[in-house]
């Protein structure tokens, strides 16, 4: 079996179950960002720390099994990832 590194963590891998295209699997990573952290001073002299919301970034990467155990990569796209 081969080895790839997919970059981000590998979250799932999903085989293509139609007849003629069971050499295709797709790939699906994701990261959170980390959380941004600020600091903010009211009027009132006071300081405060908020986070703000976690966003994920992912990549869906499209693979064809070609003969002994070489894959190539047929399509991919990088983005974030929706909730």
């Not at 790839?4 to 891998?13: E, K, N, Q």
């Not at 986070?51 to 983005?79: A, N, T």
């Amino acid at each position: 079996m081969s080895r790839v590194d997919t970059i981000l963590p590998a979250d799932s891998v999903e085989f293509c179950p139609a007849a003629n295209a069971t050499d295709i699997f797709a790939v699906g990573t994701y990261k959170l960002e980390d959380n941004a952290v600020s600091e903010e001073v009211s009027e009132e002299g006071e300081e405060a720390k908020t986070k703000s919301k976690q966003r994920r970034w992912g990549k869906c990467l499209v693979y064809q099994v070609k003969e002994g155990d070489e894959w190539c990569v047929v399509f991919s796209i990088y983005g974030r990832c929706l909730r």
